[in-house]
């Protein structure tokens, strides 16, 4: 089994791009984390600590930095983007937002990504609402257990994809033939290849800079937790239609965090690999907000 490595180019061109957002992130984070100190200071009561104030990324000075892009949807403002990882539910996501939640489903990026928002890492997603002028009032990203999620994207035939959605730096050939389209290939290799932690971790790290509810898709199932995410929408600003009682999803009677796939080949040496990954998501679910190095739990946990 070759082990995967990066390619030298693209490791180099990612530090340099990297170390340049890195530098840009400092200057906007220290002035807004005076800001942030003051604003917490003002509101450490329990209704008022959602109430954060939203910056948005549109300036010039970092369109200046950032040339032209490709831009699938320009001068849009979302009231929910919703990112995931892939291979989480992230399509389900949409319908509980739109029908359960009722966020309008205009004001939420698109469920089939033809505006390419729904993968995006949060340094890709950043210069991208600068490149496009887009600005949303919330981001939610929708995680869930590392394991799962790799074996839902090769049953699904979407891995081969995912490869290129994510953006790994590692080349095809320094990898085992047909390890996109092969999980136990992938399992056997007890690497990230596909690249889903960095993915996470850029939007915990992001955190830092503005807020991100993280929210994990089988919470949808526990008791009560559509009314918690509601809260949140609401604090935040989003307009929902209609305000009669939300229909919780069913449950089925098992564990909503209960794995299918534990019988499947591969499933021990998945667990190995995202142990900490699946840390992260354990303190994150199953419903958390992050900003400012803080973190919350919405009605406990």
Not at 31 to 42: A, F, G, I, V
Not at 98 to 124: A, E, M, Q
Not at 219 to 245: H, W
Not at 254 to 261: H, I, N, Q
Request: glycine content about 6%; some cysteine; aromatic content about 10%.
């Amino acid at each position: 089994m070759k082990r995967c490595t990066p390619s030298k180019f693209r490791r180099h061109a990612a530090l340099t791009i990297g170390v340049c957002f890195f530098i840009i992130t400092v200057s906007t984070w220290t002035l807004n984390h005076t800001r942030s100190r003051e604003y917490w200071r003002k509101n450490e009561n329990e209704s008022a600590r959602y109430e954060i104030l939203l910056r948005g990324y549109t300036s010039s000075a970092l369109r200046s930095v950032w040339p032209e892009a490709w831009c699938p949807q320009r001068e849009k403002h979302y009231d929910v983007l919703l990112i995931s990882h892939g291979g989480s539910g992230s399509s389900a996501g949409f319908n509980y937002f739109t029908k359960v939640l009722r966020v309008n489903s205009s004001h939420i990026n698109d469920p089939g990504d033809k505006d390419g928002l729904k993968h995006l890492d949060f340094f890709s997603l950043s210069r991208r609402m600068v490149q496009c002028n887009i600005t949303a009032r919330l981001v939610v990203y929708q995680l869930g257990d590392p394991v799962d999620s790799v074996f839902s994207l090769y049953r699904r035939q979407f891995a081969i994809h995912h490869f290129k959605k994510l953006r790994p730096a590692f080349t095809d050939t320094a990898c085992s033939r047909d390890i996109k389209t092969n999980v136990s290939l992938y399992a056997q290799a007890k690497q990230d290849i596909i690249g889903l932690y960095d993915h996470l971790d850029s939007y915990v790290v992001g955190s830092n800079s503005r807020p991100i509810v993280f929210m994990n898709s089988a919470s949808r199932k526990i008791p009560g937790i559509a009314s918690e995410v509601r809260n949140i929408l609401l604090t935040f600003g989003v307009v929902l239609n209609g305000t009669d009682r939300i229909k919780e999803e069913k449950v089925d009677g098992r564990s909503p965090f209960e794995s299918k796939y534990r019988n499947m080949d591969g499933y021990a040496e998945l667990q190995s690999t995202y142990r900490r990954m699946t840390d992260t998501v354990g303190l994150l679910s199953p419903l958390s907000v992050c900003t400012g190095g803080r973190i919350f739990w919405p009605g406990g946990r």
